[in-house]
């Protein structure tokens, strides 16, 4: 408590890091150049680093779990920390380009594990650019997952080529998950919804889920409640736009 006072980021009742101390603009241009670290390959990302508890060395041993789960633009990590429990031994990553919104996820995920023992210990964020580095970070067919939640629309038909779904970005994702993973995209934005389906449906390596594997799979309802974007749309009675598909074998 004595700590908590002493440090006005973190809440006196939850032990949570404030978001107000966090706070960044809504979106970073994802084509400037930015500096942080980045693995030269897959093999050079330190689990240690990320999941402490469960690497305790930074030799990670061959053939040792890896991260199967990636939220790219996690932002304030709602997502994760819902995933996390729902998915206990599933390793998950979530990348954020904002430097003060990954130190809060940072600071959130440190929190929840010290008040609860034993859970979150299979979640970390990193700072880096989806867009650009993403097979830095991945091996060929490694993720069985990949999140896309309410990314920035970029509405100027100029900027669309920053949009982080598109014709091309998708090789690489298709690159990174295994056949049978899946990728999901959801935003409030109608004329971005369609823009993403429409990269993801014209693809040959993604087949869109049926309605009736989306109302079994339990993530999906996540994809609306589990972050500040999607509570905030809920709230003001807003709609959202989904598109979710499965990466699928090449046609010959």
């Known amino acids: 408590m004595l700590e908590n006072k002493a440090n006005p980021t973190i809440s006196k009742s939850t032990g949570l890091p404030r978001k107000r101390f966090y706070r960044a603009r809504a979106h970073s241009n994802p084509l400037s150049d930015s500096h942080f670290p980045i693995p030269i390959s897959p093999c050079q990302v330190d689990y240690s680093l990320h999941y402490p508890q469960l690497f305790p060395s930074s030799d990670k041993i061959d053939g040792a ?6 939220d790219v633009g996690c932002g304030f990590g709602g ?3 819902s995933l996390s429990t729902l998915f206990p031994e599933t390793l998950m990553i979530g990348m954020e380009l904002r430097d003060k919104v990954t130190e809060y996820v940072k600071e959130r995920i440190l929190a929840l594990r010290v008040g609860n023992p034993g859970q979150y210990q299979n979640i970390s964020v990193v700072r880096t650019n989806s867009m650009k580095y993403i097979p830095n970070y991945f091996e060929k067919g490694q993720l069985s997952k990949m999140f896309f939640l309410f990314p ?4 100027k038909e100029k900027n669309h080529r920053r949009r982080v779904i598109s014709t091309h970005l998708l090789d690489e994702y298709a690159y990174c998950l295994g056949v049978g993973g899946i990728i999901y995209t959801i935003t409030d934005v109608e004329e971005l919804g369609e823009w993403m389906k429409a990269c993801l449906e014209s693809h040959p390596l993604f087949e869109a889920l049926t309605k009736e594997e989306l109302e079994v799979d339990p993530v999906v309802k996540l994809l609306t409640s589990a972050t500040e974007e999607g509570q905030k749309v809920a709230r003001n009675g807003g709609q959202t736009f989904q598109a979710v ?3 699928v074998m090449p046609s010959l």
């Open 65 to 70: 779990k890896k991260i199967q789960f990636a």
């Open 79 to 81: 997502l994760l920390i």
């Open 152 to 155: 920035d629309p970029h509405f």
């Open 245 to 247: 598909y499965r990466r």
